[in-house]
């Protein structure tokens, strides 16, 4: 598994209403499901580690997104318009994105994890074999 995996991974295993679990037998790459009282992650096993960290990113986007509506939800009982309606779920993918993209830069970064470790300077310049 890819370090940066690794990190997110672990990242979610800190937050006590969320489970990640793979799986092998589902059509997409991976979805976020609410049973239980908690919040659970299905990724497939069956793609590579590249395709795992962008879902996984994405997926944690869309919990953390869910959880923001939920408190909002509990403070305010308002009734929406449904053009309203598709202004706040626009803005709240929208949301997703931005908050996706500052959680994947940040676990690269390694402010959420371990440090950041860079490769030996003794490069070819090449392409990178392994």
Same mark, same amino acid.
């Not at 059509?27 to 990724?43: E, K, M, P, T, V």
């Not at 959880?67 to 779920?89: F, H, K, P, W, Y």
């Not at 860079?118 to 310049?125: A, Q, S, V």
């Given at each position: 598994?890819?370090?940066?995996?690794? $990190?997110?991974?672990?990242?979610?295993?800190? *937050?006590?209403?969320?489970?990640?679990?793979?799986?092998?037998?589902?059509?997409?790459?991976?979805?976020? !499901?609410?049973?239980? %009282?908690?919040?659970?992650?299905?990724?497939?096993?069956?793609? $590579? @580690?590249?395709?795992?960290?962008?879902?996984? #990113?994405?997926? !944690? =986007?869309?919990?953390? *997104?869910?959880?923001?509506?939920?408190?909002?939800?509990? !403070?305010? %009982?308002? @009734?929406?318009?449904?053009?309203?309606?598709? #202004?706040?779920?626009?803005?709240?993918?929208?949301? /997703? #994105?931005?908050?996706?993209?500052?959680?994947?830069?940040? /676990?690269?970064?390694? !402010?959420? %994890?371990?440090?950041?470790? $860079?490769?030996?300077?003794?490069?070819? %310049? =090449?392409?990178?074999?392994?």
């Amino acid at each position: 598994m890819s370090v940066l995996l690794d $990190r997110l991974y672990s990242f979610a295993e800190k *937050r006590p209403d969320l489970e990640i679990h793979q799986a092998q037998n589902i059509d997409c790459w991976g979805f976020l !499901l609410y049973r239980d %009282g908690a919040y659970q992650i299905h990724i497939n096993a069956s793609v $590579r @580690d590249f395709r795992k960290t962008m879902i996984l #990113v994405e997926v !944690l =986007g869309e919990y953390a *997104r869910r959880r923001r509506q939920d408190r909002a939800r509990a !403070l305010a %009982g308002e @009734d929406l318009s449904n053009r309203e309606m598709i #202004v706040r779920e626009m803005m709240d993918r929208a949301w /997703v #994105v931005r908050f996706s993209k500052k959680l994947l830069y940040l /676990v690269r970064r390694g !402010l959420h %994890g371990a440090n950041v470790r $860079r490769p030996k300077e003794n490069r070819t %310049g =090449g392409v990178r074999v392994s």
